[in-house]
């Protein structure tokens, strides 16, 4: 490995951003940065213009009208195809009759054919595939502000008893075993895409209303919160739990005051990422640390109604959807 | 039959609706930057979806449906402008070469004077910016996407911020004459 001093730093910094180094790289960035101020500064600088970037370019979306002429047109094009496979279908089987019965035989299947196509002409083809359930399931799916605003005030109350470079050796299994047995090693859990951040602290936390298992990472000098918990009744916003869908919405987005929040659902859990960086950080530091937690939870989860959920990696999906429906539908 | 063809029809392009639809603005952002018009782009996202439909078939389930959708753009958005395609190719190097040094990054940034940096880059180098650090490609779903070798993706990419910092010290720098005087 290339020995990290100020101009590979430089040289590499936008590969880091991108998540294309490998883990221990990204351990000398991090360890560079923390030792020469100006390097930080750089990457400070870097990290700003590239969510200028994506500010910036968010700003352009397609237009509700191109939209709705994009899906008209697929619509069409639908309606189309399958019309032409059912004649080229019909014609197929009527030159088989004809080739292997009599000319009669011939005649019968023409006829068979003609009333097949007038009966065909006469199925109304619906143009509008179920798209209101699709919305309403997503609505369903709403997380309370309730459990934002409780997730968000764990992070604050157990971040502040935090000691600067303090760290912590895990969560303590007896403690998080009473609460959630799937919580158990919920640190090792994360390891994997918490990336060699430190951790500094591990307990479970909350009222009796709404418990946390709780992980905080530090990130250059921000503290981050994972916590996980029940997936109730008082965690939706309509107050009952919708049984688990499809996996299109995993991720659902909430500002409280100055705290970014990013929550991921599985069938009998939320899983909450929490900090005060910018949206778009706090949006990839939760992909990257709920990742592993959500996979194992859904893996485990699975094992028990023995039903099988989608794979968590396709993630995008999740987060246009949600944003989709806050703005009140489905897109 | 004919009803089971119509129904199996209606429930895939459901399913693709579903699936590649979430897409749009992610991939109108990079049309916009192909075509410099709104209409335009919207037109070459049209397109791209239509194609992707005809062969919604023979896409692989579990594959990236989002870097097939950008494939799928920049073979439709180049099958009409060849010419211009190759006309890229010469201005790289020369590009690559007037920028010896790599300038700090100015701290002070608005997001206008970024995007209007951005607008100024050639195709070749604002692209790949914008799949990699705006609509978070990976480098490898880039090179597949654009069908160019993974080397140049993570050249264009070196070369394209570089020159987009010196863009924006260059702003940097006449904000500050501005207020000198």
């Known amino acids: 490995m290339q020995k990290m001093d100020c101009h590979n730093f430089k040289e590499m910094l936008d590969s880091y951003f991108c998540e294309e180094l490998t883990v221990e790289t990204n351990h000398s960035i991090l360890h560079h940065a923390e030792r020469c101020p100006s390097c930080r500064n750089e990457m400070a600088s870097r990290r700003n213009l590239r969510l200028a970037l994506q500010r910036a370019c968010a700003q352009d979306q397609m237009s509700d009208d191109a939209c709705e002429r994009l899906r008209a047109m697929l619509r069409a094009e639908a309606a189309k195809v399958s019309e032409v496979r059912s004649l080229r279908r019909w014609w197929a089987d009527f030159f088989d009759l004809k080739l292997a019965l009599p000319i009669m035989a011939g005649a019968a299947a023409l006829l068979v054919a003609v009333i097949g196509l007038a009966t065909y002409r006469q199925l109304p083809i619906s143009h509008n595939p179920a798209e209101a359930p699709a919305a309403e399931k997503l609505a369903a799916l709403h997380l309370s502000d309730a459990l934002m605003t409780e997730a968000a005030s764990s992070h604050r109350t157990c971040a502040f008893h935090v000691e600067p470079d303090s760290t912590s050796q895990g969560m303590s299994n007896d403690e998080v075993k009473d609460f959630d047995p799937e919580c158990v090693d919920l640190d090792k859990i994360v390891a994997e895409g918490a990336q060699g951040l430190p951790l500094c602290l591990a307990h479970v936390c909350g009222s009796s209303d709404r418990r946390f298992a709780h992980l905080i990472y530090r990130r250059e000098g921000q503290l981050v919160s994972l916590l996980v918990t029940r997936r109730d009744g008082r965690a939706m916003q309509t107050g009952s739990v919708p049984t688990f869908i499809d996996g299109l919405a995993d991720v659902q987005e909430s500002k409280q005051t100055e705290l970014n929040l990013d929550a991921y659902q599985t069938e009998k859990r939320v899983i909450l990422v929490v900090s005060a960086m910018p949206k778009f950080e706090n949006e990839k530091l939760a992909r990257s640390l709920a990742t592993p937690v959500v996979r194992h939870l859904r893996r485990v989860e699975s094992q028990t109604a023995l039903l099988e959920w989608p794979d968590f990696s396709r993630d995008l999906i999740g987060i246009e959807l949600m944003t989709n429906v806050r703005g009140g539908k489905l897109r | ?181």
């Open chain 2, 1 to 181: 039959m004919i009803e089971d063809s119509a129904q199996n029809q209606l429930q895939r392009l459901q399913a693709f609706e579903t699936e590649a639809l979430v897409f749009t603005s992610q991939l109108y952002r990079v049309a916009l930057r192909l075509c410099r018009d709104k209409a335009k782009a919207e037109d070459l996202v049209q397109e791209t979806y239509l194609q992707a439909w005809r062969s919604f078939h023979r896409f692989e389930q579990g594959t990236n449906l989002r870097a097939w959708l950008y494939k799928i753009m920049f073979n439709v958005y180049y099958s009409g402008q060849r010419r211009q395609k190759l006309q890229f190719v010469g201005t790289e190097e020369i590009i690559a070469e007037t920028i010896a040094y790599d300038p700090p990054t100015p701290q002070q940034l608005t997001d206008e004077e970024v995007l209007a940096a951005l607008e100024r880059l050639p195709k070749d180098f604002q692209i790949p910016i914008l799949l990699a650090d705006v609509e978070e490609l990976s480098y490898r779903e880039i090179a597949d996407a654009m069908e160019i070798p993974m080397g140049t993706v993570m050249s264009r990419l070196h070369r394209g911020r570089k020159l987009l910092r010196t863009e924006l010290t260059g702003y940097a720098r006449n904000a500050g004459y501005r207020i000198s005087k």
